[in-house]
């Protein structure tokens, strides 16, 4: 069974591929199946949603602003954040 589609969407997203992919997820920039699974994982943990939160709001307040900041910097550094507050 270990090709059944839904085993295989459920499989293997861990918190660290979800904040590597997590910029990509908000620009609609992933195949499908990675958006599937990363919406799987973000119903399941509350983590990552304040983390994707995080970002998109980051984004969304960059895209409205004259380009003051890079937003890859601001991203690295919500994403810095994120990993030493959330390892296990
Ligand atoms: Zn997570």
Redesign the pocket.
Do not use: G
């Given at each position: 069974m270990k090709d059944h589609p839904s085993q295989w969407i459920h499989s293997g997203l861990?918190?660290r591929d979800?904040t590597n992919q997590a910029s990509e997820y908000l620009d609609d920039r992933l195949p499908i199946l990675t958006k599937v699974r990363v919406g799987l994982?973000l119903a399941s943990?509350a983590?990552?949603r304040t983390y994707v939160k995080q970002i998109d709001l980051v984004s969304s307040t960059l895209r409205s602003l004259p380009k003051l900041y890079p937003s890859p910097v601001n991203r690295l550094c919500l994403r810095q954040q994120f990993v030493a507050s959330h390892t296990n």
């Open positions: 861990t918190c979800l994982h943990c983590h990552c």
